[in-house]
């Protein structure tokens, strides 16, 4: 059964309506402006797995597997540029200035999905500051699959590649508490809430803070 049609505003209810919807654009926009000059925190949790799930991954061979995975160096970081609509010429110019390497799935000839993981001083954009990776950990970040692609494990899959390539690197993730897609595939591997990472913008000026924790289930993300 179709419900009965709404009435008509009359003019005064029609300008009542008109006048809220200016005043929440007013309301957005005046909120957007306050968090890009007064004030704005932007806070990323730091996950990774506990030593038995490493143990377990490590023992699980790397199946070949469709799409075909390949590691890329420096001299190659170019073909993953219009892959990942996340990463801009910038963004390779900053990986070409540390030890990264760019683990990708390629089918038919096109990159479908690309991780890249690296150390040192590490360009974190969402943070819009460098944190520090020692040499025996990566970082592992810009994760990104093809839309036709996801929902098949492939990121965790180049995390597995990158694993076996790179033993005993202690490898974790920078992810907003926020991006339930990504939460989903790495809650797959049981990783744990180990840290957060911020960065308080108050008129210009960056406040940084960077926190270790021991290491707590992904449940608890929603509490930071
Ligand atoms: C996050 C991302 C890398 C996950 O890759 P993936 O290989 O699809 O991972 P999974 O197969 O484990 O799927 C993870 C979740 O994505 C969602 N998903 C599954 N299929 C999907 C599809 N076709 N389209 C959109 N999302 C889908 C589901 O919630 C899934 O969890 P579930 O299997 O428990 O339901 C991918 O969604 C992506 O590229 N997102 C945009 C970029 C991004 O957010 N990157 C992370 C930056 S840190």
């Known amino acids: 059964m179709s419900l009965p ?17 200016s005043l929440r654009r007013l309301q957005r926009r005046v ?12 806070v990323m949790c ?7 799930i490493i143990d377990f991954l490590m023992a699980m061979p790397l199946d070949p597997c469709k799409p075909t995975i390949e590691v890329l160096g420096p001299d190659r970081y170019h073909e993953v540029l219009g892959s990942s609509p996340q990463l801009s010429a910038a963004d390779l110019a900053h990986f070409d ?15 479908v999905a690309s991780v ?9 954009s969402d943070l819009g500051r460098t944190v520090h990776v020692p ?6 970040g810009r994760a990104y699959v093809h839309p036709d692609f996801r929902g098949q494990m492939l990121m965790q899959h180049l ?28 809650n797959k591997i049981e990783l744990n809430l180990t840290g957060r990472f911020s960065t308080t913008f108050i008129l210009g000026m ?19």
């Not at 730091?46 to 030593?51: K, N, Y």
């Not at 406040?207 to 509490?223: H, I, N, R, Y």
Request: charge should be positive; proline fraction near 5%; glycine fraction near 6%.
């Open 159 to 186: 995390g597995h590649a990158h694993r076996k390539l790179q033993p005993g690197m202690r490898m974790w993730n920078l992810v907003y508490a926020s991006n339930s897609n990504v939460l989903a595939a790495l």
């Open 31 to 42: 909120y957007r402006i306050f968090a890009k000059v007064v004030y704005r925190k932007v």
């Open 5 to 21: 049609a709404a009435p008509p505003l009359s003019r005064g209810g029609e300008r009542v309506r008109r006048a809220k919807a």
């Open 97 to 111: 200035k540390q030890e990264s390497l760019c683990v990708v799935a390629y089918e038919a000839g096109q990159i």
């Open 135 to 140: 040499a025996h950990e990566r970082y592992s």
């Open 46 to 52: 730091r996950l990774e797995p506990d030593q038995s």
């Open 116 to 124: 890249w993981f690296t150390h040192g001083e590490v360009y974190v």
């Open 206 to 224: 960056r406040f940084a803070k960077d926190e270790e924790f021991d290491p707590q289930p992904l449940s608890s993300v929603s509490t930071i």
